[in-house]
């Protein structure tokens, strides 16, 4: 990993809030700029990446030497997800520190090579996964995703200050679910409350990189990659994810970044 320039976790407080679809996302605008990316699945219990990126089911990373894995390209983006490793149906019964060895080896086994930008998908809440990925590498920083009812942010806190206490730098905070387009009319309406990620923001001094609707039109279409066909949802979530992944990198900019290549301790 000592190839890979930058890692950015992308953490929530709870479920359910788009996590996953953001790290897709931004690993998708940033590979778009130009940049070598690379995205890795750090959910042991219920990964998600090759669901959202359309991988087939009975992909598996081929293995080097009998030790290293080959990342899963996708739309020339490296992954690598325990997705890969298991069977769909069968699930991780595993105690923390099992999950967080097997992590460590998909992280220290793919063959990761050359990436300006390694993008972590944590699960949510703040345990021994976030610990592993935060002790054992050196990130760039964490960008949060939630949504603007309370029942989230009271969760995000908990994972906003976890960051805090481990010295990990925060980016910035996503809202996601801001507000709901209506498939039908168009209208918009505020079903999850309103002013919950500005509040947040402002309450630990984070900066608010980007807004996002639900939209049902753009999750099917990122679900099935249907979104090459340019619906103006998918138009729309991807100059979004643009100027959230500018936000992202004047973030970077506004810190000392000169020591931030992944090293492992």
Not at 7 to 29: E, N, R, T, W, Y
Not at 69 to 83: A, G, H, L, R
Not at 106 to 121: A, V
């Amino acid at each position: 990993m000592k190839e890979i320039k930058n890692a950015i976790a992308v953490a929530s407080g709870k479920g359910g809030v788009g996590k996953s679809s953001s790290a897709v996302m931004m690993a998708l605008s940033m590979k778009e700029m130009g940049l070598k990316v690379g995205l890795l699945d750090a959910d042991i219990y219920g990964p998600s990446i090759s669901i959202i990126m359309g991988v087939s089911k009975d992909t598996k990373p081929v293995i080097k030497n009998e030790k290293f894995f080959e990342p899963v390209e996708i739309n020339d983006i490296k992954t690598m997800s325990m997705s890969y490793l298991v069977a769909e149906s069968t699930p991780v019964v595993w105690r923390g520190p099992m999950a967080s060895s097997a992590l460590q080896q998909m992280m220290q086994q793919t063959l990761w090579g050359e990436l300006d930008y390694l993008i972590i998908d944590l699960p949510p809440g703040t345990g021994d996964i976030h610990l592993t990925i935060s002790q054992k590498i050196k990130l760039t920083g964490a960008v949060i995703i939630t949504t603007p009812q309370e029942v989230a942010l009271a969760d995000v806190r908990k994972a906003i200050e976890m960051f805090q206490k481990v010295d990990v730098p925060l980016i910035g905070l996503i809202e996601n679910m801001s507000t709901h387009i209506c498939n039908y009319c168009g209208c918009q309406s505020d079903i999850f409350g309103r002013g919950g990620g500005e509040k947040l923001s402002q309450q630990y001094g984070l900066s608010m990189l980007g807004r996002l609707p639900l939209d049902a039109e753009f999750t099917e279409s990122l679900v099935s990659k249907k979104n090459s066909k340019a619906s103006k949802s998918s138009i729309s979530f991807n100059e979004e994810f643009r100027q959230i992944v500018s936000n992202i990198f004047c973030q970077i900019e506004n810190y000392d970044n000169s020591e931030t290549n992944v090293v492992f301790e």
